[in-house]
Structures are given as structure tokens and as C-alpha cells.
């Protein structure tokens, strides 16, 4: 299985992503039809079950240099400390705030393939060039936490 770099499909355009996005990252996983994780249990997967070093580096990347605001590990209607905003039986959605900037990460699972995509909003100009930085530790980190989960 190769997790792959996608534009963003037209289900998740239809949800209420995040409008006015100025980021927007989508991998795509196939996986077996006959998988029975629901897209909350993915996120899980995905953010919880990364290795505990990695786990400890996306956290303190997202509440110091992004000022993400996060529930403490273990909260309940949390996933890593980001917010559950949306939570179905094919499309999960997780928010993380900060006075800088707003992100969603969004999973969709579609017959035989789970769709992963990041969408940020700046609100404040400094914003853009610290996603930028960190883009490109989440184009490096997600595949591989795509591949580990699907494990």
C-alpha cells in the first residue's frame, strides 16, 4: 500500500472543510473494503498510535512555535488534543485553534481508500511562514503515519 499526495475531492469540498482555506493537503491510502474502522477510529490510529517520540514532537509543535490550543492527552471529544468537530460514519473532522491560525484535519473513508487532508487558515500574517516550516515536516510525517496505521 503507497499512500499518495491528491487534490482535495469533491466530498470533502462539499462538507464545511474549513472555507477560505490557504493551505490545503490531501494524502489518500488504499485499503481493504472490508475494514471495519470507522474515520474516528483512523484519526486514532493515525495521530494516537504514532510512536511516542513522534507523538511528544507533533504535539509540541502544535501547542509552541502553531499556539495550538490542546486538550490534555486523554480529554474527552479530543484526538491528540485537537477538537472533534464532526464525527460520521464516513467522515471525521478534528480543529485545532490558535490565535495565528486555524486547521482541520479531515478523514474520509470511501470504499476501498481513506482519504487524509489538512486544511489551514491564517489569521494573522506571521502565520504563513510558520506553517510553511512545518509543511514540510507534515509532507514527511503523514505518509508514514498513514502506512503505520494501516499496518
Do not use: K
Not at 15 to 31: K, N, Q, S
Not at 119 to 141: G, K, M, T
Amino acid at each position: 500500500m503507497t499512500v499518495r499526495r491528491i487534490q482535495l475531492p469533491d466530498e470533502m469540498n462539499a462538507a464545511d472543510t474549513l472555507p477560505g482555506a490557504d493551505y490545503v493537503c490531501v494524502f489518500e491510502l488504499p485499503i481493504r473494503e472490508s475494514s471495519t474502522r470507522s474515520p474516528q477510529d483512523w484519526a486514532r490510529a493515525v495521530f494516537e498510535g504514532a510512536p511516542p517520540l513522534l507523538r511528544w514532537f507533533i504535539r509540541t509543535g502544535w501547542r509552541f512555535p502553531l499556539r495550538f490550543d490542546l486538550a490534555p492527552p486523554g480529554a474527552p471529544n479530543h484526538v491528540l488534543g485537537g477538537r472533534i468537530v464532526l464525527d460520521e460514519r464516513t467522515t471525521f473532522v478534528m480543529e485545532l485553534c490558535s490565535p495565528l491560525m486555524t486547521a482541520r484535519d479531515i478523514v474520509l473513508i470511501e470504499q476501498a481508500r481513506i482519504v487524509l487532508a489538512t486544511l489551514v487558515r491564517y489569521r494573522r500574517p506571521i502565520a504563513r511562514p510558520l506553517w510553511s516550516a512545518a509543511a514540510v515536516i507534515h509532507h514527511r510525517i503523514m505518509p508514514y503515519l498513514l502506512t503505520r496505521a494501516a499496518g
